[in-house]
Each structure stands twice: as structure tokens, then as C-alpha cells.
């Protein structure tokens, strides 16, 4: 079993929908929480980041963190075309050295 | 002006041949990573260095040798070559990392060097 798992997709969804994406994970010792975003081709760029448990907004993005269900979520609102990518998670304990991805879920927006 | 820049961006070579990937950064940051990509678009690390200093040496064939002249360049060496090392390598960089008290570690990636083995 991987430390953090998430669903692959892909993701269809309209312009203008609201989109869940999340990744379940097994390590507890987890504390740091992150989503990147993948353009096709490019490298891993960094949306969010979140201590512990809680919820953190930016714009049109919301990322939550449920400790106790070892789950984290990263719900975007209008969604738009340009949010095709794919988004993965990543997390780290409170040592960090080491940051662990999921697989990423790849999205896509239609107009 | 590109935070952290790779070289080349793609390397096409034949199984057993000898290559190198090299990554510099101008964030002024102290740690240095390298990541693979695999088709599935899993992202593991491989190595980590801070100023110069190895600190995280996952599960990786020693076919792959990494060297930090100094702590904004991390190069990547790969020796005889596999079908298996085709993937996207990711170089990236952090402020911090490099010790326990580091707290969020917030990675700037490159933006890849896509290698396949025939």
C-alpha cells in the first residue's frame, strides 16, 4: 500500500463546476500538507500548502486537511478551462526531509 | 529568468550508455532535490542534498550517482543505462530541509529532463 494514495482520473467536469479532488494517506506522522499543480510537460508548480488540520482559501481554491480521517481535499469553484493539469498531493512529517506525492489526479475542464 | 533550469530538457539514448542531467538553481536555496517521474506520472524522490551534503538517498540502483559541486548546482549521472530509467527527471530546490526544525518545506521543481532508453 502506497503512503498516499489518489485517484488518477481523469476528472472531466464543465467549465464553471466545482471540483473535489482529494488523496487519503497512512502515515499519521504526517503534518505538512500540499497540492501542486502539473501543466502538461512542465515541472510540479506549488497551489497550496496547509499545517495540520484545517481549512486554507485562496481565490477560487480551498484546501482542506482531516486529520483524524487521515484525507485532504483541494476544492476549486468556477473551474475554468485553464485548470486542466494535473494535481497532486504531497505531504511531509514535521521533520520534513522528504516530501511524498500521490499519484496525482489529471483534470480536465471543458468550455 | 528561470528559478531552477535542467539540462537537457530531452536525451534520447541507447540501453548502456553513460549520461548525465544537470540542474542549477538561482533561488538561493540550500537544498536540492532530484525526482523521477514515472509514466503513471508518480513522483518519487531519489536524492536530496543540502549545501553540498547528501541527505536523502532513497532505494536507487547506485548506476545513478549524484554530484553537488556547490549548493546551486545538482547533477545527476546515470551509468549503463536501462529500459527502465526512461522517465521524466525532476530537479527541484528548497530553502529549508535540510534539518529537522525545517517546518513546510516548499519545493521550486524545473521543469524536466524527459529520458528514454532504446
Known amino acids: 500500500q502506497k503512503e498516499v494514495e489518489q485517484d488518477p482520473g481523469p476528472l472531466s467536469v464543465p467549465e464553471g463546476a466545482i471540483v473535489s479532488l482529494n488523496c487519503t494517506y497512512s502515515n499519521s506522522a504526517f503534518q505538512y500538507f500540499m497540492w501542486y499543480r502539473q501543466y502538461s510537460r512542465k515541472g510540479p508548480e506549488l497551489l497550496m500548502y496547509?499545517?495540520?488540520?484545517g481549512n486554507k482559501e485562496d481565490g477560487r481554491f480551498t484546501a482542506q486537511v482531516d486529520k483524524s480521517s487521515k484525507y485532504i481535499s483541494l476544492f476549486i469553484r468556477d473551474s475554468q478551462p485553464s485548470d486542466s493539469a494535473t494535481y497532486l498531493c504531497?505531504?511531509?512529517?514535521?521533520?520534513?526531509?522528504?516530501?511524498?506525492f500521490g499519484t496525482g489526479t489529471r483534470l480536465l475542464v471543458s468550455p | 529568468d528561470t528559478a531552477v533550469s535542467q539540462t537537457p530538457k530531452y536525451l534520447v539514448t541507447q540501453m548502456g550508455n553513460d549520461k548525465s542531467i544537470k540542474c542549477e538553481q538561482n533561488?538561493?536555496?540550500?537544498?536540492m532535490y532530484w525526482y523521477k517521474q514515472d509514466s503513471k506520472k508518480f513522483l518519487k524522490i531519489m536524492f536530496s542534498y543540502n549545501n553540498k551534503e547528501l541527505i536523502i538517498n532513497e532505494t536507487v540502483p547506485n548506476r545513478f550517482s549524484p554530484k553537488s559541486p556547490d549548493k546551486a548546482h545538482l547533477n545527476l549521472h546515470i551509468n549503463s543505462l536501462e529500459l527502465g530509467d526512461s522517465a521524466v527527471y525532476f530537479c527541484?530546490?528548497?530553502?529549508?530541509?535540510?534539518?529537522?526544525?525545517?517546518?513546510?518545506?516548499?519545493?521550486?521543481f524545473g521543469a524536466g529532463s524527459r529520458l528514454t532508453v532504446l
Open positions: 504531497a505531504m511531509s512529517n514535521a521533520g520534513f526531509q522528504k516530501l511524498v
Open positions: 527541484a530546490s528548497s530553502q529549508g530541509g535540510g534539518s529537522p526544525y525545517s517546518g513546510a518545506n516548499v519545493l521550486t
Open positions: 533561488l538561493g536555496h540550500d537544498t
Open positions: 496547509t499545517y495540520s488540520s
